[in-house]
């Protein structure tokens, strides 16, 4: 286990389909993070995950958007209806304690709503 | 919530000289001012961090400095190689907030 996997890397849909996305941390890590990040941005905090429960959810995940930790490893970002705003890079990072130790990021799923 | 400002936008420095890339904060509660790297194309990586119960933190050419009372914190990078060229960011988030919230970003080209 070498780091955070993302799946798929890249992602073209048109809009209004339906995309999930993918995130395996880091196996010891149990804080699961997602963040969103569109060009010339810093990554914008989404949701996070401690173990399976989901403790926060930013404002900028509207009803369309549903994130999931099922057994409090891999992690599902699911976004529905999509729109073209929603064209960004998502990133997923895990961490171990918060505060403690910095995330590490995965290398991100880069969608395109076209 | 939290706020995190950070300047320059773009910096270009020369082979050797050092750069310094600064961050303000809103949270007088934050507590912990990770630094970020990404190169383009690539996923963030930690390079450095710091704890407010420091005020200045090395490794090798990084340092980082941290002004509770101003609320500010910077990036300093001495001895610049092509290496270093990349995208900067800073964050902050305070130990029970899980969430870091990053600055914009400080492209940095490193001019050989």
């Known amino acids: 286990d070498t780091g955070v996997s993302q799946d798929p890397r890249h992602k073209i849909t048109k809009r209004g389909q339906n995309v999930t996305f993918r995130c395996d941390p880091i196996s010891e890590h149990n804080r699961l993070y997602w963040y969103r990040q569109t060009l010339g941005q810093g990554p914008e905090f989404l949701t996070y995950?401690?173990?399976?429960?989901?403790?926060?959810k930013s404002r900028l995940l509207s009803d369309r958007f549903s994130a999931e930790r099922p057994k409090g490893s891999f992690s599902t970002l699911e976004i529905q209806r999509t729109e073209q705003g929603d064209s960004a890079m998502y990133l997923c990072?895990?961490?171990?304690?918060?505060?403690?130790?910095?995330?590490?990021f995965g290398s991100g799923t880069r969608l395109t709503v076209v | 919530g939290e706020n995190v400002e950070q300047h320059p936008s773009t910096l270009s420095v020369q082979e050797g000289d050092s750069a310094v890339i600064k961050c303000t904060y809103s949270?007088?509660?934050?507590?912990?001012f990770p630094w970020y790297k990404q190169e383009l194309g690539k996923r963030p990586q930690l390079i450095i961090d710091?704890?407010?119960?420091?005020g200045e933190k090395k490794d090798q050419r990084i340092a980082v400095t941290l002004n509770k009372t101003a609320k500010h914190f910077s990036l300093h990078i001495t001895e610049t190689q092509p290496e270093d060229s990349a995208v900067y960011f800073c964050?902050?988030?305070?130990?029970?907030?899980?969430?870091?919230?990053f600055g914009t970003g400080t492209r940095l080209t490193i001019i050989p």
């Open positions: 990072a895990s961490s171990l304690r918060q505060g403690l130790d910095g995330y590490t």
């Open positions: 964050a902050a988030s305070r130990y029970g907030n899980e969430k870091l919230t």
């Open positions: 710091i704890r407010s119960n420091v």
């Open positions: 949270d007088s509660a934050s507590n912990y």
């Open positions: 995950f401690q173990n399976e429960a989901q403790l926060e």
